[in-house]
Every structure is written in C-alpha cells, then in structure tokens.
C-alpha cells in the first residue's frame, strides 16, 4: 500500500523523499514497480481510470455516489465503497459548499398569497407545481440578476431570466419563457418567496391570466422553497464560485450552458433516482 502510495504521488513529491516519510527502500520501491501487476491491482487501475474520466467530464462536481451510479449506468461493475476508496486515495474530492445570501425584499404592501405547498416537494405529473426565486451572480461589472422557474416533478429549470437589475420584469420574463416552454395547465401550483417582485400586481396578474394558483413561503422561511435553494446552492458551488466573470455577457453564457447544458440534461440528481431531469421526465412519461 505505501509501494503503491508513492507510485500515485511521484510527480508531486520526490520519491527518495516519499520512501525515507514512508519508512520503506528506494530499491524495495523500485522492485515493486518491476513485479508484473495482480489482478485486483489491475482492476484497480482500470476502474480508476474510468473514476477519472467520470469525475473529470463533471469538472469534480461528482462524489463517489455519482459516480459510482454513472459508471452502472455505463456498464462498469462496481461497489460504491470500493469507487469511494479509489477517489480517497486519488484526492479526487466533490467540490466544497459555500454559503450565499438572499435577495427577497418582502417589506411591501402587496398581498400575500397562502402556502399552498407547505413543504411538500412532490408532484405526481409535470406541470403540477412551479417553484422560483432570484440570486445574484457577481461579475466584475457589477451584479447579475437570475430568476429561474423549476417544475418539482422533475426538478428540471423550464424557464429563466437574467439582466442587470433586479425587477418584477426580471421574473416576469422568466415565467412567460416556462409557459411558452411548457403550455401549462390551470390549476397549476406557483410558489415562491413573498419578495416584492412576485407579490407585484403585474406578476400576480399573469399567474391570474394563466389559471395558476398563487403560493408564497412564510416571512424569512428559506426551506419553504428549499428545492429552489438547493438549486442556486448547486450552481454556486460547481459554477460559479469556480469562476471570475469579467462582464456579465460571459457570466450569461457560462450560465446558460450550465442550466440548458448540463443541469438539466447531464447532471444526476439522487432526488431522482441518480437520473437527469430530462431523462426522468422523458422515461417515465413513456412507461
């Protein structure tokens, strides 16, 4: 173990160094590497070849859960202790999570809707209940403002809006593109937070116009839409946080191609079953 240890360090650290930490021989190491490999050692290193690419095609958003289920799903025989311990002793580490802040302004005089969802992040069929909020993105010309509508059958975002400033036609835009996406039902469930955008007349008029009913967390109650901040918790920490945006124009693409691109095509979400949101959708709409 120590023999194979210095093997997977060696480009980092001196081997002689590794060897006198380790308290074995340069000549035993050496030695070591001339043995023709066993077999478990070769499966090893087969598997993690393919936990690297796994890992590397996700940019290290993967822990060993996901990527244990996508090489099942690619057809690599594999327990999810022995992928964990490959990726221990490789470094290969999920990306960290950070903390952000909110954006909502309820200090207003609109009405507030009642909380139609009260916790329940379950929908039997799509287009049953839409949830949405804001957050920001920094750029180094100032902020960037997106609002996303997600179906909770699926999980998948179905609309989004982005722009400078932070306004009731920000969101606006961002539920009209969900129902041209989506054609709707009435009846369906919209539920946000009691922010100032989403309690507007104008907002309020268009979910009126399209038959839905109006649903709004309690005062400062972040995990009454707590499927909505996982979401914008996701994104921060496998996009955002990794990267520095010099105008909000790169901010937007990178955005775009990580919604449209990965999240809701690529990306496993064990809510799911370990499927994406469009494949969720797609196969269980067709069973």
Same mark, same amino acid.
């Given at each position: 173990m120590r +023999?194979?240890?210095?093997? =997977?360090? %060696? $480009?980092?650290? /001196?081997?002689?160094?590794m060897c006198q930490v380790l308290e074995v021989t340069r000549s035993g190491y050496y030695a070591w590497r001339k043995r023709p490999l066993g077999g478990r050692r070769r499966e090893d290193e087969r598997l993690l070849a393919a936990v690297k690419r796994v890992y590397g095609?996700?940019?290290?958003?993967? /822990?060993s859960p996901r990527v244990t289920k996508q090489l099942h799903a690619e057809g690599i025989r594999c327990g999810k202790n @022995?992928?964990? %311990?490959?990726?221990?002793? &490789?470094? !290969?580490?999920?990306?960290?999570? =950070?903390?952000?802040?909110?954006?909502?302004d309820? @200090?207003?005089? +609109?009405?507030?809707?009642? &909380?139609?969802?009260n916790r329940d992040f379950t929908a039997a069929r799509p287009n049953q209940v839409w949830v949405t909020d804001i957050t920001y993105i920094p750029t180094l010309e100032g902020w960037l403002y997106l609002a996303v509508?997600? *179906?909770?059958? $699926?999980? #998948?975002?179905?609309?989004?809006?982005m722009d400078r400033t !932070?306004?009731?036609?920000?969101?606006?835009?961002?539920l009209r593109q969900a129902i041209g996406r989506r054609k709707p039902p009435q009846g369906l469930i919209h539920h946000s937070d009691r922010g100032c955008q989403y309690a507007s007349l104008e907002y #309020?008029? !268009?979910?009126?116009?399209? /038959?839905?009913? $109006?649903?709004?967390?309690?005062? /400062?109650?972040? +995990? *009454?839409?707590?499927?909505?901040?996982?979401?914008f918790h996701t994104l921060k920490v496998e996009?955002?946080?990794?990267?520095?945006?010099?105008?909000?124009?790169?901010? %937007?693409?990178?955005?775009? $191609?990580?919604i449209e691109g990965y999240y809701n095509r690529v990306r496993l979400h064990s809510t799911l079953g370990y499927m994406s949101p469009y494949d969720y959708e797609r196969m269980r709409l067709a069973a």
């Open positions: +023999y194979a240890f210095i093997e =997977r360090h %060696r $480009s980092e650290h /001196g081997v002689e160094k095609q996700n940019k290290g958003n993967y /822990g @022995r992928v964990a %311990r490959l990726m221990k002793a &490789n470094g !290969l580490q999920a990306t960290a999570k =950070r903390k952000f802040k909110v954006t909502t309820s @200090r207003h005089d +609109y009405p507030i809707a009642p &909380n139609l969802l509508v997600m *179906d909770l059958y $699926s999980r #998948q975002i179905v609309g989004w809006a !932070l306004t009731r036609e920000l969101v606006i835009r961002a #309020q008029s !268009l979910l009126k116009e399209y /038959g839905f009913l $109006s649903s709004m967390s309690r005062k /400062g109650d972040c +995990y *009454d839409n707590a499927c909505i901040e996982s979401f996009l955002i946080h990794r990267e520095r945006y010099w105008t909000r124009v790169q901010a %937007r693409q990178s955005i775009f $191609s990580y």
